[in-house]
């Protein structure tokens, strides 16, 4: 590209055009093609961005005219709210259940469909579907299995279990949801996995296998480490799917019974949209997007070290 | 203890280690596609097997189909989204490749800083903007319309990252023929790279079609008028809401309708859509 554009500027242009050429670039049609992107960026995400930190300080009512300055009182009226800590304990018990069950069997079904199988498009299908349909639907389908006299409740009274109040019992009711989105979203985790182990230099199997290594010890000692790269990803992309809960409890429970469902997002929602305190909501999204990247920089960190194996 | 069981069926028969293995492997997808079975046969049960734990219904009947039609303008509900993300990802397309081919292709000042501003952005929470973009549609009268749901996502860094990496990977000579040729940067863009860059573009277009159909929280936030509801929000809202009055039938009837597209969707572009997945895990 370099050649092509150096033929076609002008040699022996003035001191001043050849300075301004020298900043610029070679090619100033680069400008022209990137302002689609750097008018979208100003209006859609770099005014929006100021304007969150504006709201947080401001007793901003979408209803009301006076909108009062009231520095972080937003940020200290979170501190002592009850249904905030809840929300955040919920997303708390929805990731200690959802990512180790998100990491095994999505580790367990990538390693299957990576061998030789028949029907592999069968089961791929099988397992990927749930990913593609939207959150907000399924979720209507799994109220109704989840539901007091649904179809789970029903299958378990054939063996004289139950029945578990999956959605309507507050101890359990954020662990449904968790096994629900980890079927929702297992299949994209299983291809960042497969496409991990396909990257693995078959070579070292062989060698292990000529060594005697037996398939647990392979699979230990070459698949595992081999698959670190993929595991953090795994790992930080289901948290901040966590921090992100909403249209699930949204559709199922509504945040209940007894807040046991109540996510950071549902909270905003409800903050914005039922009470129509956008200053408060959007001191809840900061918040919510300084825990995710706090959290996630520590994975990374830890992750790094501690599963170096 | 894994290695003891391990080798116990190791010593099994290789047609029982295989039986046993595609039978569990069978039981874990039916397990993945019961809920989908559950809506299929669900939609088409008569009243009275409605609650019923068979899955195979009696007498199959179409009338919870018949009474989404009468109950919710679900055609306009399809109308609106096919409408709305179409020219979404027809956008997308269009102007994040150009983006894309200045940041590959191009040498201007300032690219370099133009590219790591994107990736910045790929990493903000969308709650974080949530609430003020909310806002700024509201002022800008977009509530309750077509431009609202289309506007905030006529570009995506995604796309545009997405675009970028391809184009870097195309030879330097195609585009040079090309120029020597009388070619413009547009023409070459989309006459030369396009051609070359079908995976790619159906990647983006398929992550794009499909977030925003399947997409309930923004539709929500900004319509509240029937008329420009799509039809995630408008299946949504009538299976929550009163409208179903606890028609189990008739919502699985509609659920139906609203994700069968993105199956197909699925289905059709599998391919491209996985290697997508893949390509953007491994990359992080």
């Given amino acids: ?309 | 203890m894994h290695d003891r069981l391990a080798r116990r069926i190791e010593g099994w028969p290789a047609h029982a280690r295989r039986a046993l293995f595609y039978g569990l492997l069978l039981a874990a997808a039916l397990t993945f596609l019961f809920p989908f079975l559950f809506m299929v046969s669900t939609s088409v049960k008569g009243a009275r097997e409605l609650y019923s734990m068979n899955l195979i219904p009696q007498e199959p009947t179409l009338d919870h189909y018949r009474a989404v039609f009468t109950q919710i303008p679900i055609g306009r509900a399809l109308f609106n989204s096919a409408l709305v993300y179409g020219l979404q990802t027809l956008s997308v397309l269009v102007l994040s490749s150009i983006v894309g081919y200045a940041l590959a292709r191009l040498r201007f000042f300032g690219r370099e800083f133009v590219f790591n501003v994107i990736l910045l952005t790929m990493m903000i929470p969308g709650q974080l903007l949530l609430i003020p973009l909310y806002i700024l549609i509201v002022r800008f009268g977009w509530t309750d319309s077509y431009q609202g749901l289309i506007v905030p996502g006529m570009v995506s860094a995604f796309g545009i990252f997405m675009f970028r990496q391809h184009f870097l990977t195309i030879p330097q000579e195609l585009i040079d023929a090309a120029r020597v040729d009388g070619a413009s940067d547009l023409t070459i863009l989309f006459r030369v790279i396009w051609p070359l860059s079908v995976p790619v573009l159906i990647t983006v277009g398929v992550f794009t079609f499909m977030g925003g159909w399947n997409d309930f929280l923004w539709p929500a936030i900004v319509n509240r008028d029937i008329a420009y509801q799509t039809l995630t929000q408008m299946v949504t809202l009538y299976g929550i809401g009163g409208q179903a009055g606890g028609q189990v039938g008739a919502v699985m009837a509609s659920t139906l309708i609203a994700v069968l597209p993105m199956i197909v969707v699925y289905l059709v572009f599998q391919r491209y859509y996985l290697q997508g997945i893949a390509s953007t895990g491994v990359k992080g």
């Fill in chain 1, 1 to 309: 590209m370099a050649r092509a554009d150096l033929a076609a500027s002008p040699r022996g242009a003035p001191g001043i055009v050849r300075a301004w050429r020298g900043l610029r670039g070679p090619n100033p049609i680069g400008y022209l093609f990137t302002l689609p992107y750097v008018l979208f960026f100003a209006v859609f995400t770099a005014y929006p961005l100021g304007f969150a930190f504006y709201l947080t300080v401001h007793d901003w009512n979408i209803v009301r005219d006076v909108r009062p300055f009231v520095g972080a009182r937003n940020f200290e009226r979170l501190l002592g709210d009850e249904l905030f800590w809840k929300a955040l304990a919920n997303t708390g018990v929805f990731l200690v259940v959802h990512i180790p069950l998100q990491i095994v069997i999505a580790l367990l079904l990538s390693v299957i469909l990576n061998q030789q199988l028949r029907a592999r498009a069968f089961f791929r299908v099988a397992f990927f579907l749930p990913f593609v349909t939207s959150g907000a639907i399924i979720s209507l389908v799994w109220l109704r299995l989840y539901a007091d006299d649904g179809m789970l409740n029903m299958y378990l009274g054939l063996f004289g279990l139950g029945p578990v109040g999956w959605l309507s019992d507050p101890r359990v009711a954020m662990t449904s949801i968790a096994v629900m989105a980890t079927w929702k979203n297992v299949g994209y985790y299983l291809m960042i996995f497969l496409a991990a182990l396909q990257a693995i230099p078959e070579q070292l199997y062989e060698e292990a296998y000529l060594n005697g290594a037996t398939a647990w010890q392979r699979f230990a000692h070459i698949t595992f480490p081999m698959l670190n790269p993929a595991f953090i990803l795994v790992v930080i992309l289901s948290t901040i799917g966590g921090f992100s809960l909403f249209v699930e409890p949204f559709v199922m429970t509504g945040g209940g019974p007894l807040d046991a469902t109540l996510s950071l997002v549902l909270y905003l929602y409800q903050q914005a949209f039922q009470f129509l305190r956008m200053g408060y909501a959007a001191a809840i999204g900061v918040v919510l997007a300084l825990m995710i990247f706090l959290v996630t920089l520590i994975q990374r960190k830890y992750l790094e070290r501690e599963v170096g194996l």
